[in-house]
């Protein structure tokens, strides 16, 4: 069941998108009354406000406007890992879902969830892109600095994406999220094969205690049986797992039900990645969520700076996730999310099909 109800304590709105019809669309499924504020540019707002802010605090106050620069970015991954090749539009910045992990505690540091309007600006853009390299296959998601359908009630971006991509031979689109707000993508139809809906998964003790905001799992994998009856292709992120008292149980018993559930051929690919932080992102997370256990256990730092579980105790994890899903029949490509090369040597969890469709053949 959705969580969030996406109400604002204000909403400012770059002057110029000020009738701009995604913003009026917004505003009219924003049903209480705030405050609206308009601003003539986006760049100056986010310099006059800038500062540490609660992830909650962000969450009630809404910009709409048009974002700058590079609208297709390659995800920066991770100095010294192995990169999946994925690339990101930024479409929303910002997200209420509140995971106390979550790494843009340590680097947004805007007062506002930003919502990018400028959808033709993102579609023309991406048209161009995909026209000059028909003989390459982008991977890309709207997933890296927010999560893709929190906000899709009031967007209904997701109309608009699906519609979009269909047009286009050589790019796969991923939806990324770990809430079951898919009313709009049940209305249509994905008839392209390139749309891909992947859900973060956890066991429900780590929902409940790190994805304040989160859908329990019960209502993500209902809401996969039912996007793979639109016609929607799945895919399964294990990330981050985090090292609990009866990991194996809790992580074997998530496996077991999605897999009595879900049809693995309906399943693109499974990402694997453990937790990770930044010495930025500790302190954000000490300061925002106090309470939380995930920071009580060993972690090495890596050549990326970030801190991880030692290795030996990383590849357990995966190594019981990789027999546990073998187990449950599970025959999806599996890769991992920003881990080191002695990692995938000594696991080696890809097969040709990831490589093809995660690594464009690479490795
Ligand atoms: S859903 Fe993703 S983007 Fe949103 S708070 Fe959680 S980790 Fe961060």
Redesign the pocket.
């Known amino acids: 069941m959705n969580k969030i109800k996406n109400t604002f304590n204000n909403i400012f709105i770059e002057t110029k998108f000020k009738r701009h019809y995604k913003t009026l669309e917004i505003l009219d499924n924003i049903v209480e009354n705030q405050e609206i504020r308009y601003i003539d540019d986006i760049l100056s707002f986010m310099k006059d406000n800038d500062g540490a802010i609660n ?1 909650d605090v962000r969450s009630k106050t809404l910009f709409l406007g048009g974002m700058r620069g590079e609208i297709l970015r390659k995800c920066p991954g991770s100095y010294g890992h192995i990169c999946c090749n994925y690339s990101v539009i930024n479409l929303y910045i910002g ?1 209420p ?3 106390s ?4 505690q340590s680097y947004l540091n805007q007062p506002a969830t930003i919502i990018n309007v400028d959808i033709e600006n993102i579609f023309s853009n991406l048209r161009n892109i995909f026209s000059a390299s028909k003989d390459r296959l982008f991977r890309i998601g709207t ?1 890296e ?3 893709s359908l ?1 906000y899709d009630d009031i967007t209904n971006y997701s109309i608009d994406f699906v519609n979009f991509f269909t047009e286009f031979d050589n790019a796969i689109f991923e939806f990324k999220t ?1 809430t079951d707000k898919i009313a709009n993508l049940l209305k249509i139809v994905p008839n392209k094969g390139n749309i891909v809906v992947g859900f ?1 998964v956890n066991p429900d003790i780590i929902i409940n205690s790190e ?1 304040k905001n ?1 859908a329990a799992l019960d209502d993500r994998i209902n809401a996969m049986r039912l996007l793979i009856q639109k016609g929607y292709l799945i895919a399964l992120h294990f990330d981050p797992l985090i090292l609990i008292d009866n990991f194996e149980y809790e992580y074997e018993t998530v496996i077991k039900k999605i897999f009595s559930q879900i049809e693995s051929k309906k399943i693109q690919w499974i990402s694997l990645g453990a937790f990770r932080y930044t010495t930025d992102l500790k302190k954000a997370i000490q300061s925002n969520y106090p309470d939380t256990k995930i920071l009580a256990e060993e972690f090495a730092l890596c050549e990326d700076k970030k801190f991880r579980y030692l290795r030996p105790v990383r590849a357990q994890l995966y190594k019981f996730i990789l027999n546990t899903l073998k187990s449950a029949r599970s025959d999806v490509p599996v890769y991992f999310c920003m881990e080191s090369p002695q990692i995938w040597n000594e696991l080696k969890p890809h097969n040709d099909q990831i490589k093809k469709i995660v690594f464009g053949d690479k490795i």
């Not at 992990?101 to 843009?104: H, R, V």
């Open positions: 992830p997200c879902i509140n995971c992990y979550c790494i843009l997933g600095l927010g999560d929190v770990k973060s994805e989160a």
